[in-house]
């Protein structure tokens, strides 16, 4: 069952100057289907499009053409039914006012007709304790956790988080990807918006990437990396360089790049070329006493897929 369908979605916002007005197009043409069950990364840098697409989706802005429907919803002729279904963490609004976190969970609640114990909802943030103070005394972090607890009230069918590691230190953004997991388990749908990559790495089945309101790509995040490539690394630790040994590394195919430190070896390469390097070294005269490989990083990965879009 499809959970979030946009089709042929376009958004021009019109903006008016003091000498002329002018537009820009936060969204060109956007198709994208996203499972149920899925948790779904949707990545972009600052302006691509991201949380125009989410106010869309909520039916909190109108799109210019095309129309999106979720949870078999049309957003725009049945907002109620999809807002009654969706819990939101939303980007930049936090809990204001004088009201105690424990009385926001409680609203949040009340307001989806739901039946959730409020110290159960506060736990999984762990925020416990801090409940009793009045929003106004929260940090960030702390407002952010709150925001996450009243998104997830009343087991809403899909979750949308817009940049929700936002102010979270590390300990925060642990329990964030938990609850992300533990959501999924639940069979909830997990719409993911971030700029942060890692983040959407370590809980997301598939991402989207979207760079200037165009989708350039919808992926795993391991097809992407064998795809677009990027360099990888291999360190090798040898009881000594044999002669000819670095000549004999850089004819290897998708070899970019090498340097020596001493009895150490460092190959920057493609993806495809890690096993002949390493392979290579084995079947050299010296002894191979470590091997160490990392994968492309995803800033480079990211950097390669958003590059050349209009
Ligand atoms: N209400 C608005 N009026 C005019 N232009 C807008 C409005 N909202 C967004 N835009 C423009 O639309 C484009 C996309 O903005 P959007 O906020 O959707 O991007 P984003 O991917 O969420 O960015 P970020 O990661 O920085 O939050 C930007 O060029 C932005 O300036």
């Known amino acids: 069952m499809v959970a979030i369908e946009f089709s042929g979605v376009s958004k021009r916002y019109g903006r008016r100057g003091i000498i002329r007005s002018n537009s820009v197009t936060a969204l060109r043409n ?3 289907t996203v499972e149920e069950g899925e948790v779904f990364g949707f990545l972009g840098p600052n302006g691509a499009g ?8 909520l039916d909190y802005v109108q799109p210019t053409s095309g129309s999106v429907h979720v949870l078999g919803h049309d957003v725009q002729t049945d907002s109620v039914s999809v807002r009654e279904r969706t819990g939101v963490l939303p980007d930049g609004y936090g809990p204001i006012g004088e009201r105690t976190g424990r009385e926001h969970v409680e609203f949040a609640i009340e307001s989806k007709n739901a039946t959730d114990d409020p110290e159960e909802l506060l736990e999984r943030v762990n925020m416990l304790g801090p409940d009793a103070y009045p929003v106004d005394q929260y940090s960030k972090g702390m407002a952010q956790r709150l925001m996450l607890a009243m998104a997830l009230a009343g087991e809403p069918d899909l979750l949308v988080l817009d940049e929700p590691s936002t102010g979270l230190d590390p300990n925060g953004a642990r329990t964030m990807r938990r609850i992300v997991r533990e959501e999924r388990d639940r069979g909830a749908t997990v719409f993911f918006s971030s700029h942060i990559l890692e983040q959407v790495e370590a ?5 989207a990437i979207l760079d200037a309101g165009q989708l350039v790509t919808v992926d ?10 990027g360099m990888a690394r291999v360190t090798l630790e040898l009881s000594q360089v044999p002669t000819g040994a670095l000549d004999r590394l850089s004819s290897i195919d998708g070899v970019a790049e ?4 001493g009895t150490t070896i460092e190959v920057a390469c493609e993806n495809r070329a890690k096993a002949p390097v390493i392979a290579a ?3 050299s005269p010296a002894t ?3 091997v160490s490989t990392t994968d492309p990083s995803l800033d480079e990965l990211f950097a390669t897929v958003t590059e050349g879009v209009a």
């Open 50 to 57: 991201k949380s125009t697409a989410i106010d869309i989706m």
């Open 203 to 207: 809980v997301c089945d598939r991402v």
């Open 220 to 229: 795993s995040i391991d097809h992407l990396r064998e795809t677009v490539g």
């Open 30 to 32: 956007v198709d994208l």
């Open 288 to 290: 191979v006493s470590n």
């Open 258 to 261: 090498l340097e020596t430190n």
């Open 281 to 283: 070294c084995h079947d």
